[in-house]
């Protein structure tokens, strides 16, 4: 892939029962699921990838590893060179789960941590075309990348050392502390936070959907649940914090009236 360093390329779930969140993210965020054809995943149980409306691969879905990392959702994050930056990011205090390791026809990868314990990919992908996972306002695409973390200022610095992203502007958020905003070539990608008391650090990814009150009735209705929301958010959009069947969470990002 073509993305420049420190891009958000690829998000996947891996959970306990794949034939079940699949219908479930499928009506939620209007996906459509496909099965992706590797002699490499065929051991884990096969891989299906998550398509947007306009056709754009967005996510993977696979069964969790025995053993393997918690469930839930992982964002992967474009590199120049897997290697190198796996060392910089144990270097600075970070941790490698999965050393690099080369899948044929995906691309190199490493699962990694950082200096707080919120884990993500690193990955160079083979595709020669650039990944559009992540962008901004195209429906079922990644729109808003939000880390929880027990020091946000810490946070901060680590990312942006490792990935050049920067601190453009921050919302007062009380006792909590600022609402940070994360930009990177050129646009704005998403925030640091400290933790809510009782959450467990880590990545909150959102995905835009249409309505956000018809996707709040599509969550409940296929027997997800809403953690917190619809919260109206600077620029006139509503985000819902949710959780799937299997306890994994995720958000959704939409619109009203």
């Known amino acids: 892939m073509t993305n420049p360093h420190g891009t958000p390329i690829w998000y996947e779930l891996m959970t306990a029962d794949p034939d079940v969140a ?6 939620v ?6 099965p992706f054809a590797n002699d490499s995943l065929a051991d884990s149980g096969g891989y299906t990838v998550f398509n947007a409306p306009d056709g754009q691969g967005v996510a993977g879905l696979m069964k969790l590893p025995e053993p393997g990392p918690r469930p839930g959702w992982y964002g ?5 060179d897997v290697d190198a ?4 990011l144990e270097a600075a205090g970070g941790s490698v789960h999965m050393p690099p390791t080369t899948l044929e026809g995906v691309g190199r990868m490493a699962m990694v941590a950082d200096p707080q314990g919120v884990s993500f990919y690193l990955m160079k992908g083979a595709s020669p075309e650039e990944s559009t996972a992540f962008k901004r306002m195209a429906l079922g695409h990644g729109e808003w990348n939000e880390l929880q973390t027990a020091d946000d200022e810490a ?6 050392e490792q990935f050049g992203w920067t601190k453009d502007g921050a919302m007062p958020m009380g006792e909590m502390g600022d609402y940070s905003f994360l930009s990177h ?11 809510p008391p009782g959450e467990t650090p880590g990545w909150n990814y959102f995905f835009r959907v249409g309505d956000i009150d018809e996707a709040q009735a599509r969550i409940e209705g296929a027997k997800g649940s809403i953690r917190h929301g619809p919260i109206e958010v600077p620029g006139g959009d509503f985000v ?12 959704v990002v939409g619109s009203r009236g």
């Not at 699949?22 to 009506?27: S, T, V």
Request: hydrophobic content about 45%.
């Open 29 to 34: 965020v209007g996906w459509s699921a496909a």
């Open 76 to 80: 992967y994050i474009g590199v120049d």
């Open 22 to 27: 699949r219908p479930f993210y499928e009506k």
């Open 185 to 195: 070539d050129g646009g704005v990608i998403g925030a640091v936070m400290k933790a």
């Open 85 to 88: 930056a796996a060392q910089k």
């Open 155 to 160: 946070a901060l610095g680590f990312y942006g």
């Open 240 to 251: 819902i914090y949710a959780t799937d069947p299997q306890g994994a969470r995720f958000g």
